[in-house]
């Protein structure tokens, strides 16, 4: 007894130390525990602005390729007419009697009937 006296305060248990430990502990993982919540919370934010750029860059995307697909329908449909009035404007110009040989070239080479076989068919 006389010996703690003289040096003073006496040295912690053995529970004093691992209740210390515990303290420290459970303060580390609440540290962490807050490191991680901020990591989370950055890697939602920056997963919400990809995800904000990559969807405005697809819509922009599409709209150009709208607009591209339009400019092709209506030179398309364009080109379409203008073979149509030709087409018309050279029928037109026909007399009876090309429109007759037409009709027999028709008839025989392209269907195969009268007298020439049709293209490809086996003589």
């Known amino acids: ?7 003073g305060a006496q040295a912690p248990s ?5 209740l ?5 502990i459970a ?6 525990a807050g490191e991680c919540a901020a990591i989370i919370a950055e890697a939602r ?7 904000r750029e990559a969807s405005a860059a ?18 398309m449909a364009a080109e379409t007419a ?3 009035t030709q087409t018309i404007a050279a029928f037109d110009g026909l007399t009876a009697t090309a429109l007759a040989e037409l009709a027999e070239i028709v008839a025989t080479r392209v269907m195969g009937v009268g007298g020439a076989p049709a293209p490809g068919a086996a003589s």
């Open 1 to 7: 007894m006389a010996r703690r006296q003289v040096t």
């Open 27 to 32: 303060a580390e993982a609440t540290r962490v």
């Open 14 to 18: 053995a529970l004093d130390e691992l």
């Open 20 to 24: 210390s430990a515990e303290r420290d």
């Open 82 to 84: 203008a073979r149509t």
């Open 45 to 51: 934010a920056s997963a919400t602005a990809i995800d």
């Open 58 to 75: 697809l819509e922009g995307e599409l709209a150009g390729l709208r607009e591209a697909a339009e400019r092709d329908r209506a030179r």
